[in-house]
């Protein structure tokens, strides 16, 4: 089945070029259309045809994002408003999202082609901060400015006042999102197959000092409370306001509001688990490789992929 429409999304620094071209090659040979967002022509070859970012969404079959997990974040939210599939490709150094690894593009490739995969549904948080509307895959936080008091808010579920944060950042995640900073913030594991809002506080003065989970049919309130530092605002990572001292976040859950594709969902949980496990060990990557058997370590050093 040829004429397979695909989007590329880059990342936003990082040296994408081997990907793309081992993709433009394979769309050339399977009569592929291929396309990137404007602001990212001068990185991909002629062959591949720049369109504002609404209307590569809106033309293309699958969206595959090339770099670590925030760029699939970047590619999730970007295609809110009409969900597409999304293939991760990874270039980065965890990622919990993304399942493909660079030698394998060829062969997910032909997968997509013959649409032999499964799609995951993802959750989001539709946050409206201070008016403007931004969405969250991960989560959305409220963090002090360092050297500048804390962060002292108030929490609010479906308009009932429920307590007080005094702390270094509140963090609202998705269960999804719960294997990112709530869980360095200390908050629990939540399921991928569990609907649910997570709300953590960061190093907590008084108040809060918990974990709080909610239904996915609650409202969440987070509102900054008179003699609060000025706080920055974050989603998924990305800084999208700071300095404010006062003003409220309001958040409701929205369930599968991204699509992502899965090749081999037993493989990719098997790999999400080892790599969550390794997060808690206090060792560097130097130190984790002479763990690995001798066999592995020379496979790793001349970056030949396991066998299937």
Excluded at 58 to 77: E, Q
Excluded at 111 to 131: E, F, I, K, N, P
Excluded at 161 to 185: F, H, K, M
Excluded at 274 to 299: A, I, N, T, V
């Amino acid at each position: 089945m040829d004429g397979i429409r695909l989007g590329l999304v880059l990342h936003p620094t990082r040296d994408t070029s081997p990907v793309v071209d081992t993709i433009a090659a394979w769309a050339v040979r399977h009569d592929a259309t291929l396309a990137v967002r404007v602001e990212d022509r001068h990185r991909v070859p002629e062959s591949v045809r720049p369109m504002p970012a609404a209307e590569l969404v809106a033309r293309s079959d699958v969206l595959i994002s090339i770099g670590g997990d925030g760029t699939m974040l970047g590619a999730l939210r970007m295609a809110v408003d009409d969900p597409t599939p999304v293939l991760g490709v990874h270039l980065g150094k965890v990622g919990f999202l993304v399942e493909v690894e660079p030698p394998e593009v060829p062969a997910a490739l032909d997968r997509l082609l013959t649409r032999d995969y499964t799609v995951a549904g993802h959750s989001c948080l539709a946050c409206d901060v201070c008016g403007d509307d931004v969405v969250a895959f991960n989560d959305i936080a409220l963090i002090r400015a360092p050297g500048q008091g804390f962060v002292t808010a108030t929490l609010a579920v479906d308009g009932r006042r429920y307590g007080y944060y005094r702390c270094d950042a509140v963090v609202v995640s998705t269960p999804a999102g719960s294997t990112a900073y709530s869980y360095a913030a200390g908050g629990p594991l939540i399921s991928p197959a569990t609907r649910a809002v997570v709300v953590t506080p960061s190093a907590p003065m008084s108040g809060i000092s918990r974990a709080v989970v909610l239904s996915p049919d609650e409202n969440v309130r987070l509102e900054l409370r008179p003699g609060s530092g000025p706080v920055a605002v974050e989603v998924d990572g990305l800084l999208i306001r700071e300095g404010s001292t006062s003003g409220a976040v309001d958040i409701r859950y929205r369930h599968d509001a991204g699509l992502v594709v899965r090749l081999d969902p037993g493989r990719f949980q098997e790999r999400s688990q080892l790599k969550l496990s390794l997060l808690d060990l206090p060792l560097l990557p130097e130190q984790l490789r002479e763990l690995l058997p001798e066999e592995l370590r020379h496979r790793l050093d001349r970056r030949i992929p396991p066998p299937e």
